[in-house]
């Protein structure tokens, strides 16, 4: 029984490996996609992106009947304006990297999800009161280097990849006060997306703007179709995050801006001056260094996590074996789980 649940938990880790691949690299090729929809500016890409998102998303949980979250969040203001924020930013996020992408700037915008971790853990010293590693805020530090070398070379701040940046950052922030699984809090932010994104479509309709339509069934099919290249790639994503640990997930959330970047260079055929790889290669040490330090304290707390499980059972079973000892104190249990 031990071992068809041990094999059982294999084929469930391989399983969650495979779609956390599945999902980063569609995330990371999705660069090639949105060249597709032009003529559309990004604001028009964008609007049908958040229309269909919701469509897409509305029959999923139409198949799975989960809809009492719903009701639940309606009643919880605090948790809706959450909500609000997130889908905010994200709209901010998704438009910049649209615009980014169909404007010849696919390695910044690569930028901007490397340096996403770390201006994550900034956030959370500042906005949390979470307390660093010295290697952590020896990352921190370096990647800070990285933006001041790139603002250099580009003359200015990377403005793009800050706001990739800073704005996913602040959507993760809020995601996680909300604590509603990938599904449902894409549904929600949708939800709340929708009449913004339709009335913009209808204006560009009234104006004669809009593409949609004009441009033949493939671009319109195209332009619905970014309900699913939103959905399908956080489904797979959800799939994984119950399946994998933490450490893995977070390994493989640098694919998507390595495939994007390797796409910038080879196949948008972006430059690369020698300052921009200098910036890049700082991110890269410091992304290296929070990735060490995470796999290092990963492996040391589950050193100690099984050297309080197997003190613990050696304590249980003691008395049982009829050896004389006395009764674990309290003060010995704190001082054995703190191993």
Request: hydrophobic fraction near 55%; include cysteine.
């Amino acid at each position: 029984m031990d071992a068809a649940a041990a094999e059982q938990s294999k084929s469930e880790q391989r399983t969650g490996l495979l779609n956390g691949i599945a999902a980063y690299g569609m995330w990371g090729l999705v660069p090639l996609f949105w060249p597709l929809l032009k003529p559309a500016g990004a604001g028009e890409i964008l609007a049908h992106r958040m229309a269909w998102s919701l469509v897409v998303v509305g029959i999923a949980l139409l198949v799975v009947r989960r809809w009492a979250w719903a009701g639940e969040l309606i009643r919880q203001p605090r948790k809706l304006g959450l909500v609000t924020v997130a889908a905010g930013v994200i709209t901010i996020n998704w438009g910049v990297y649209i615009w980014a992408v169909n404007s010849g700037h696919v390695v910044e915008a690569s930028l901007g999800y490397f340096i996403n971790p770390l201006v994550t853990i900034a956030m959370g010293v500042l906005l949390l009161g979470e307390r660093l590693r010295p290697v952590q805020w020896t990352a921190v530090a370096v990647g800070l280097a990285a933006v001041l070398v790139l603002a250099f070379g580009y003359g200015q701040p990377p403005w793009i990849s800050l706001c990739l940046a800073f704005s996913f950052a602040t959507y993760g922030l809020a995601k996680k006060k909300v604590g509603l699984s990938g599904l449902e809090s894409l549904a929600a932010e949708t939800a709340i997306q929708f009449l913004p994104a339709l009335g913009f479509i209808v204006w560009l309709g009234v104006r004669g703007d809009a593409t949609f339509g004009a441009e033949g069934l493939g671009q319109a099919s195209l332009l619905a179709a970014t309900g699913l290249v939103t959905a399908i790639p956080l489904v797979c994503f959800g799939a994984a995050a119950i399946r994998v640990p933490l450490a893995t997930l977070g390994m493989l959330q640098y694919l998507a801006p390595v495939f994007q970047f390797l796409l910038g260079i080879l196949y948008f055929h972006e430059a690369m001056p020698p300052e921009r790889w200098a910036g890049f290669g700082l991110v890269w040490l410091a992304l290296s260094l929070l990735t060490w330090d995470a796999v290092r304290t990963a492996r040391v707390n589950a050193a100690r996590l099984a050297a309080a499980r197997g003190a613990s059972a050696e304590g249980a079973v003691a008395p049982v074996a009829g050896r004389e000892t006395e009764p674990m104190t309290p003060a010995a249990g704190r001082e054995e789980s703190a191993v």
